[in-house]
């Protein structure tokens, strides 16, 4: 089993919808959470932490579900700069950081 | 200081070459990372160092190897590598993962 799984997508939205990822993973114990945006031929750059209380910045939400094991992230109101592959990464301690598979957005005019 | 820097942007080298990749923080992180990524695909994980030692080795084949020479500088050597190894080469460092830009391999 995977440590972390991701839907790979492709999610194409509309400017404007509001669109939403969700990311499990598998060990209960994992500590810390992230999602990161990487666009084409670039680097993945972090979006967020994700915290157990959920966190906002701007049109992005962030949710961590310890329970159930997953993380999601909401993005409203989406522009076409939002387009790139977003990728959940869970820290299972130590050094270990795990990687989902990256879902990949296209916002369309 | 907050970044990771990279050396080279590109490198192309052919099957008998022998090349070094080179990462540099100055952060005062700890731990750094070498990951490898294909295209579509999220990046894998292949050494991290911390405290400058060599604490995770993921199966890497030997033609890569990797250098901790001090806290902030990460270098990963390459020698005699295969065309299947050209990929986007990225080093992280931690805390939550700041990433270099990463040098993008063609192998010939």
């Known amino acids: 089993r995977k440590e972390v799984e991701q839907d790979p997508g492709p999610f194409n939205v509309p400017e404007g919808a509001t669109v939403a990822f969700n990311c499990t993973y598998s060990?209960?114990?994992?500590?810390?959470f992230f999602w990161y945006r990487q666009d084409c031929r670039k680097e993945p750059k972090l979006l967020m932490s994700?915290?157990?209380s959920g966190n906002e910045d701007g049109r992005f939400t962030a949710q961590l579900n310890r329970a159930s094991q997953y993380i999601s992230l909401l993005i409203r109101d989406s522009k076409l700069s939002d387009s790139a592959t977003y990728l959940c990464?869970?820290?299972?301690?130590?050094?270990?950081?795990?990687f989902g598979t990256g879902t990949s957005l296209t916002v369309i005019p | 200081d907050t970044e990771v820097t990279q050396t080279p942007k590109h490198l192309v080298m052919g099957m008998t070459n022998k090349k070094s990749l080179k990462c540099e923080q100055h952060?005062?992180?700890?731990?750094m990372y070498w990951y490898k990524q294909k295209a579509k695909k999220p990046p894998e994980l292949m050494f991290v160092y911390s405290y400058e030692k060599l604490s995770i080795n993921e199966s890497v084949p030997s033609r890569f190897s990797p250098e901790c020479p001090n806290s902030s500088l990460l270098n990963l050597h390459l020698h005699a590598l295969q065309p299947e190894d050209s990929a986007l080469y990225l080093c992280?460092?931690?805390?939550?993962?700041?990433f270099g830009p990463g040098t993008r391999l063609t192998v010939l």
């Open positions: 060990n209960s114990a994992s500590q810390s």
């Open positions: 990464v869970v820290n299972g301690g130590g050094n270990q950081f795990y």
């Open positions: 994700v915290y157990s």
């Open positions: 952060m005062g992180h700890r731990a």
């Open positions: 992280a460092s931690w805390d939550e993962q700041f």
